[in-house]
């Protein structure tokens, strides 16, 4: 959201303020070195039902089938009482093998247009929940976090499982530095 001095023309902010508000927005909720460190029981105290996750260099490498690590998370999210689904921008052949891989009662959305809202309101609707019961897990900032954040779902970056990617999403994960690098440094100020 723009500072409204920047809409008036009356500047009172220092650009610094400016620049720091509209890195706000791209911020997630929370930040974890892994999809498997996440607090799921608790969350799951706190009122939410729904995880939603990105596949690739979330759950598993890029690319690699649902290991016994992801196959024991969803069923272990299950035994909660979680209902799940997997959110990517992938083809369906790469996203319907993984999910049914996975787990038997696991959902998916495969070319969701991430970080457009039309794939997480799809994905909404098809769990039974209201974006505040949910949870989104990813690794990237400008699909994962920004859709889920506006959206209304509570959002929960990770660091990407292999640091090794392609050329267009090294571009990405050095703009995501700059926004982790300002992140942190606002969580370090607040404590």
């Known amino acids: 959201m723009l500072h409204s001095s920047v809409i008036t023309g009356k500047c009172t902010a220092s650009p ?3 620049v720091m508000g509209l890195f706000d927005s791209l911020y997630p909720d929370e930040y974890l070195e892994s999809a498997y460190d996440v607090d799921y029981e608790g969350w799951y105290k706190k009122g939410k039902r729904a995880v939603i996750f990105d596949i690739d260099n979330t ?3 890029h690319g690699a089938p649902a290991d016994d690590r992801s196959k024991a998370l969803f069923e272990r999210l299950s035994k909660i009482g979680y209902r799940c689904m997997v959110l990517s921008n992938n083809t369906k ?3 319907k093998s993984f999910a049914e891989e996975a ?3 696991l959902k998916y959305i495969h070319m969701a247009n991430k970080p457009f809202k039309s794939g997480y309101l799809k994905a909404l609707d098809m ?3 209201s974006a505040s019961e949910a ?3 990813g690794d990237q900032i400008f699909t994962d976090v920004i859709g889920a954040r506006n959206t209304g779902i509570y959002s929960i ?3 990407p499982i292999n640091k090794k990617e392609s050329f267009q999403v090294v571009l990405k994960r050095n703009l995501e530095n700059v926004v982790l690098k300002f992140y942190k440094k606002q969580k370090d100020n607040s404590r």
């Open 16 to 18: 610094f303020k400016i």
């Open 59 to 61: 759950l598993v490498r």
């Open 93 to 95: 052949t790469r996203v």
């Open 103 to 105: 787990h038997a009662d």
């Open 127 to 129: 769990l039974g929940v």
């Open 135 to 137: 949870l989104f897990v």
């Open 157 to 159: 970056l990770i660091e």
